[in-house]
C-alpha cells in the first residue's frame, strides 16, 4: 500500500485492489500542492476541509464522499480536527469494469454514508473475517457511485448550475444569474434543478452554507465571521436561518460539538 495520505494514521488496511488508510488530520493543517498515483476515495467521517484543484475550490465536508482522479494535481486545507478514510482503488480493476470515477466530484450519499461507517466499525473490529466483509462494503461502495453517476440523467447545463452552487455557494447567487450563465430561462431552471435534485436551489445554497457553517464552527471561528465566510448578511442572518435549519443556535451547536481541551 501507497502512504499518499499524509496525517496520522490510524488504521490500514489492504485488500486485493482496494487500500484503506483511516487519517487523522490536526486543525490547521496544510498539505501543498500534491496528487496521488492512483484514483482514490476520501470519506469525510468527520471535520472537514477546503480543496484547491487549479482554479477551482470545493468544500469536503463530514458525510462526503471526494473523488479523485490519479495524477490529480490538488491542495488541502484542514480548518478542523478531521478523520477521514481513504480509499485507494486500482486503475485497471476499474478499466476492467469500465468504470470511469468523475473527479471534481463531492457526493452526498446516504448509502455511500452507511457503507463507509459500516467499514470503518470493521477496521475496529478487525477479526478474522473482516478482511472478506470490508472486500465487500468497498465492492458495493464502487457500485453504488458507478450507478450514480450512470443514472445521473441531468443534461449539462444543469449539472453546470449544481457544480457553481457547491464552489460559489458564499457568493450573492441568484436564480435569474443562473439561468442567464446557463442560457435557460429561470422557471425551466427552478423546475429542472428540483425535479433533479429533489430540493429548490434555494435550498440547494442554503444547504450548503450551513453545512459550511458548521465546519468553521466546529474549528472555532468568531461567529461573526463564520456568517461573512459562509454568505450569510449578518451574524443575526446566520442565527435565524442556522436555528430553522438544525434546530440549534450556533453557539448551542458548538458546545455540543467542542472539542475536549479546547
Known sequence: ???????????????????????????????????????????????????????????????????????????????????????????????QREITLRSTRVVRSRMISSLASRAVSE??????MSPLVLEGLM?????????????????????????????????PLTVAGLADAAGVHAVHLSRSFRRQFGRSIGEAIRERRIDFAKSRIRAGADLAEVAMESGFADQSHLTRTFRNFTGLTPSEYRRQHRVPGS
Not at 6 to 31: C, M, P, W
Not at 123 to 128: E, K, L, Q, V
Open 1 to 95: 500500500m501507497t502512504n499518499e495520505f499524509h496525517g496520522r494514521s490510524i488504521a490500514q488496511q489492504q485488500l486485493g485492489v482496494f487500500s484503506l488508510s483511516l487519517t487523522d488530520y490536526e486543525n490547521g493543517t496544510k498539505l501543498g500542492w500534491h496528487r496521488h498515483a492512483a484514483p482514490y476515495l476520501t470519506y469525510v467521517l468527520r471535520g472537514g476541509y477546503r480543496e484547491r484543484l487549479g482554479n477551482l475550490e470545493r468544500q469536503c465536508d463530514a458525510h462526503r464522499l471526494v473523488v479523485h482522479d490519479a495524477g490529480e494535481v490538488h491542495a488541502d486545507d484542514f480548518a478542523a480536527s478531521s478523520r477521514c478514510l481513504n480509499i485507494e482503488l486500482d486503475s485497471q480493476f476499474l478499466a
Open 139 to 171: 465492492l458495493e461502495m464502487i457500485g453504488e457511485l458507478a450507478r450514480e453517476q450512470r443514472c445521473e440523467s441531468a443534461p449539462r447545463w444543469l449539472s453546470r448550475v449544481h457544480e457553481v452552487i457547491e464552489w460559489k455557494f458564499r457568493e
Open 123 to 128: 477496521i475496529r473490529r478487525a477479526d478474522s
